[in-house]
């Protein structure tokens, strides 16, 4: 059965700092999620990612997946405050259900 | 678009009594919704898919009896904890997967929550 991993679990930065969030999976999904989630809040939709090598943007956060590698990549990009939240990846297969990973909990401060 | 509610969205009840949770897809038709499970600064655990006009697919470890899960409509499915106890108390989630998907993503919306306070 699929199994997500994230690391870290936790990442604290410094405002302006570069980081990046990786997330690994065991076997092969096709399709690869990341979510955030505001503390008390549900999820946010953030990339969606259907193929190998799909990058995707959205302000200073980019997502990357490599399938042959199993891994998936968020970056962050010159990090502010608003981006504290928690980011989950999950995995899936169309028609199914999704695994989620374990979460990282970013907290950016100045 | 693709926006799912929860009702209610906090609930705090005593030990024994049932409480039933409603998700509902309000802008499209849902065939397929999953419900989740998440304890504080843990990640989600999927409890149940539940299929419109069919019986719900349970996680291992998760007790069908004790989680009653309806899904009656294709913009209703809900989920009943009977004789609540502590230990049920969580952050429950709901999504629901449009009929026929969205470009093939497959995409899951969420709901907003409902958050279960046993005594």
């Known amino acids: 059965e699929l199994k997500v991993e994230q690391n870290p679990l936790f990442l604290s930065m410094q405002e302006g700092k570069n980081y990046t969030i990786y997330c690994n999976y065991s076997?092969?999904?096709?399709?690869l999620y990341w979510y955030r989630q505001d503390p008390g809040k549900s999820l946010e939709s953030l990339f969606v990612?259907?193929?190998?090598?799909a990058v995707k943007q959205e302000g200073r956060l980019m997502a990357s997946l490599d399938t042959k590698a199993r891994l998936s990549t968020l970056h962050i990009t010159a990090a502010v405050h608003d981006l504290s939240a928690t980011y989950f990846c999950a995995g899936g297969y169309l028609g199914d259900k999704l695994i989620f990973g374990t979460g990282t909990r970013l907290q950016v401060f100045p | 678009g693709a926006v799912v509610s929860q009702h209610p969205s906090r609930v705090i009840c005593k030990s024994g009594t049932s409480v039933k949770i409603e998700c509902r897809s309000l802008?499209?038709?849902?065939?397929?919704m999953f419900w989740y499970r998440q304890f504080p600064k843990k990640s989600l655990m999927l409890m149940a898919t539940s299929n419109e006009g069919s019986k719900a697919t349970y996680e291992q470890g998760v007790e069908k009896d004790k989680f009653l899960i309806n899904h009656a409509s294709l913009t209703l499915s809900t989920l009943t904890v009977t004789s609540a106890h502590p230990e049920d108390s969580s952050f429950y989630i709901c999504?629901?997967?449009?009929?026929?998907?969205?470009?093939?993503?497959?995409?899951?919306?969420f709901g907003p929550g409902t958050r279960l306070t046993v005594l």
């Open positions: 990612l259907l193929s190998n090598g």
């Open positions: 802008d499209f038709q849902a065939t397929t």
């Open positions: 076997t092969t999904s096709d399709r």
């Open positions: 999504s629901a997967r449009a009929q026929g998907g969205t470009s093939g993503s497959n995409e899951q919306f």
